[in-house]
């Protein structure tokens, strides 16, 4: 057959196919598909998903009437020795310490760790125990190279490296005319502002769940801490950590708190997801709340939602990164159990909460969380977290985690960092 007579029966015969697939018996169009648009005002009419009674049970604020769009990303994910809920940071010459903590069983006192990275990331070396009592309460390299890292015994300081520390020790009377215990939470950790003058999260105990905030600072790269300032976060806040937005000049806090702050303002329960089953006095009603600061921490803005859910506030870390968005890392105390962080582009006034990025999943239980996070010197983002790990030898259970007993941290529980790189053009804009 010529070629030409070919060309034309198989293109008739690809047009009558064409055709019948796009009409109906009688020659009408067929109808559209199902938009986006109108598959929301179904889920918006649909019946209520019967969640499982009480609280912590995975399901508490996760909207079951959603499915997620899945795409893997490459990372690179270390599990850590005798590091709980680690941090990192990068020195000037590329070196990255991590800081976390070990405790009983592992260790007969809790104490600070500290181990490092020439190879950005992806091996450690073995654990050092530093002198410093209790968990991690926030770590950073300031712009001139010391290291602070909190701690329950204070703010320590270190110009080696972290081969020496030296301490100012918290005392009671650095909030005057108060009582209780002071702690830093486990924070971020302090924040370098313009005129270099740092800035980290303390709070004091005022009663059962519940905290009052304040700011203290430093002037002289650590050495010595004061100047507190109240931060009107309304009601409990045992962890705020905070971020500074250097094109503005602004200090941005992500504050957790319990449901005392969604019940404080009408309209608060639904903007928070979960919000009006939440439980007072108990980290079950957990949730984060934002505000900032224009005068360097002396007023501040009244906290209001950020829009994640009761128990996705475990803890809830703001990033500024250098190409001017804006991260928000937390802990996901549900389903999936595990760390997730969501964008802005407007430095947190509004965040794109439908485009979270998952970076861990694997936790078996709500033992997990606290995604403390610094963007390295190649751009990519060093996040470190927990999360609970069981060994299950051999053919165990299905379900080795059913009835298991709190874990410790450096046994069950694990500290991990992952390196991640925040992808172009994310989170896409309406």
């Known amino acids: 057959m010529h070629r030409r007579h070919f060309h034309r029966r198989l293109t008739a015969t690809a047009g009558a196919l064409t055709a019948l697939a796009l009409t109906r018996r009688g020659g009408a169009a067929a109808p559209p598909g199902l938009t986006a648009a109108q598959l929301l005002r179904d889920k918006q009419q649909a019946v209520p998903y019967p969640k499982p009674t009480g609280q912590r049970n995975g399901f508490d604020s996760v909207d079951m009437h959603e499915v997620w769009r899945v795409q893997q990303l490459p990372a690179v994910r270390v599990k850590l020795e005798d590091a709980g809920k680690p941090q990192a940071a990068q020195l000037a ?9 070990i405790e009983p069983p592992v260790h007969k006192e809790s104490r600070c760790t500290l181990q490092v990275s020439k190879d950005n990331g992806r091996t450690f070396s073995k654990p050092q125990v530093l002198p410093m009592p209790g968990r991690t309460n926030g770590f950073r390299a300031l712009r001139s190279g010391t290291l602070i890292l909190g701690h329950t015994g204070g703010i ?9 520390w030296q301490t100012f020790r918290l005392a009671p009377e650095v909030i005057p005319g108060k009582t209780g215990a002071l702690t830093m939470g486990e924070c971020h950790g302090p924040i370098e502002l313009g005129d270099g003058t740092l800035m980290m999260h303390i709070c004091r105990v005022v009663g059962g769940y519940q905290w009052a905030a304040y700011v203290i600072r430093s002037t002289d790269d650590g050495r010595t801490w004061g100047d507190v300032t109240r931060v009107p976060t309304q009601t409990d806040s045992d962890e705020v950590s905070y971020e500074y937005i250097m094109p503005l000049n602004r200090i941005y806090g992500v504050t957790r708190s319990s449901a005392a702050q969604i019940r404080r303002v009408k309209g608060f329960a639904d903007r928070v997801p979960g919000g009006r089953n939440a439980p007072l006095g108990s980290e079950a009603g957990d949730a984060a709340f934002q505000f900032y600061s224009d005068d360097g921490g002396r007023t501040w803005t009244d906290p209001v939602p950020t829009g994640l859910g009761v128990l996705q506030a475990a803890g809830a870390y703001p990033l500024w990164l250098r190409d001017g968005r804006m991260l928000l890392l937390y802990g996901n105390r549900q389903f999936p159990y595990g760390t997730q962080v969501v964008g802005s582009h407007d430095q947190g006034q509004t965040w794109a909460l439908d485009q979270p990025i998952i970076l861990s999943w694997h936790s ?5 969380g606290h995604p403390r996070s610094v963007q390295l010197q190649d751009g990519s983002i060093l996040t470190g977290y927990y999360t609970h790990r069981i060994d299950n030898p051999g053919d165990g259970p299905v379900d080795p985690g059913r009835n298991a007993p709190p874990p410790h941290h450096n046994q069950a529980d694990t500290g991990e960092l992952v390196r991640w790189r925040v992808p172009d053009n994310w989170p896409s804009k309406a």
């Open 93 to 101: 010459d590329g070196t990255i310490l991590a800081a976390g903590f």
């Open 156 to 164: 320590s300081r270190s110009t080696d490296q972290g081969q020496t």
């Open 364 to 368: 078996w239980s709500g033992y997990c």
